[in-house]
């Protein structure tokens, strides 16, 4: 019997309910029907850890040689495995070949959704950038929204036909339930309790993964990026908000709602500035750059003219960013406290203020973290916003792999 909602016509979902709001889930296509979860967690091991012997891949697995022997065969028939050169792996034995990953066994396209603009990526199975792309949002309405993802969808996929999955991320609440994803509130985009993973799904036919965006930038750091091969690690984004991406365990933290990582509130200063909802003081009046902006109490400045008024040595602007810098730094060690991660990233469009506060931000550290904890080494990441749209291109990749 066919599932009913092949005979269900999109626009008339949203007539029936223009904010998207969960309905029937949407049909949801196996990327990869043939591999089995063993041949997935072989696939992973490779893409984070880099070219393995079958030995290796065998010992890490916990699989007899000749059960791995089947794994590969599969992989390599398939185009997601190459057999590469060979190398001496040990201090004694002959070299062994190697497996490589194939990065264009498969493509995927990633998404970032801000208030006004969309960004789309395509990348490969290593995310790698293929292709970068961005346009205004027609409108923040969610059926228009939709619609435009198909047809960034159908535009990329011209010069890419093997788009395997998609992933979409945007700022705000995105809780996982039942495998599938509602974006239970977006403000920049005005949205509540929308299934946009199956409204897309609908329309492009092929696996679709929503993400809020921090959590999927953690998961980008977490595989591809400077975080790959450690079970722990903290990642902060600066920029217009705070996000905090936390993974324990090797699995990214999303909290029951969707909601984990909300430290933006967390209390500096009880008789600071108070923020928008009330609280004085709190790490949102200091690091956001629209904070910064404010506190200079300057008409027509934005954020590059006062990182450029603090490089010059503007002695007020130099004490916004200080204590910005403080903030961030009460940040860091609480979040250090909490979970004791490996690795500790901070990036995001506002990195300039390590620069200019990086004395503040060690000093703070130092006096708030625990007297018994090992050092805190924080990796600055430079970030570009098509950073965003790659995250969630990985989001889809982790997807397809089952993570």
């Not at 934005?302 to 603090?310: G, I, Q, S």
């Not at 990233?345 to 703070?364: K, P, W």
């Not at 916003?385 to 990985?394: D, L, P």
Request: glycine share 10%; aromatic share 4%.
């Amino acid at each position: 019997m066919k599932n009913q909602l092949e005979n269900i016509d999109l626009e008339e979902r949203w007539e029936r309910d223009p904010a998207g709001r969960p309905g029937p889930r949407a049909v949801v296509p196996e990327p990869w029907p043939s591999l089995r979860s063993v041949e997935r967690s072989a696939l992973r091991e490779l893409l984070i850890h880099g070219p393995k012997s079958r030995a290796e891949l065998a010992r890490l697995l916990g699989m007899s040689p000749s059960s791995l022997t089947r794994v590969t065969r599969t992989l390599v028939e398939q185009g997601f495995v190459v057999e590469g050169a060979t190398e001496l792996r040990g201090a004694t034995g002959r070299p062994s070949e190697l497996l490589n990953i194939r990065p264009g066994a498969r493509n995927f396209l990633g998404v970032k959704l801000t208030h006004d603009t969309l960004f789309a990526v395509v990348t490969d199975l290593t995310a790698q950038v293929l292709t970068a792309h961005q346009e205004p949002l027609d409108s923040q309405a969610v059926g228009d929204a939709v619609a435009q993802l198909d047809r960034v969808h159908e535009l990329l996929a011209a010069s890419h036909p093997d788009i395997a999955a998609v992933g979409i991320c945007l700022a705000g609440d995105v809780q996982n339930s039942g495998g599938r994803q509602i974006v239970v509130e977006s403000p920049f985009l005005g949205w509540s309790e929308v299934a946009l993973a199956d409204l897309v799904c609908e329309r492009v036919g092929i696996p679709v993964i929503a993400e809020n965006d921090v959590r999927a930038l953690t998961a980008a750091e977490h595989w591809f990026g400077v975080g790959a091969g450690y079970e722990s690690m903290a990642l902060v984004t600066v920029g217009t908000g705070i996000g905090v991406g936390l993974v324990v365990g090797g699995r990214i933290v999303d909290g029951a709602q969707g909601k984990a990582g909300r430290l933006d509130h967390l209390p500096i200063d009880p008789g600071g500035r108070r923020c928008e909802h009330g609280h004085r003081g709190c790490l949102s009046t200091y690091v956001p750059n629209g904070s910064i902006v404010g506190a200079l109490r300057t008409p027509g400045l934005d954020y590059e003219a006062a990182v450029e008024l603090a490089r010059s040595g503007d002695p007020a602007a130099r004490m916004v960013f200080g204590e910005a810098g403080h903030a961030l730094g009460v940040l860091v060690a609480t979040i250090a406290n909490a979970i004791d991660p490996e690795k500790f990233v901070i990036t995001g469009d506002g990195i300039a203020l390590t620069e200019l506060a990086r004395t503040e931000l060690d000093a703070s550290i130092e006096i708030h973290r625990h007297h018994t904890g090992a050092p805190i080494s924080i990796d600055i990441q430079p970030f570009e916003f098509v950073e965003w749209a790659r995250a969630g291109a990985v989001v889809a990749i982790r997807s397809c792999l089952q993570f």
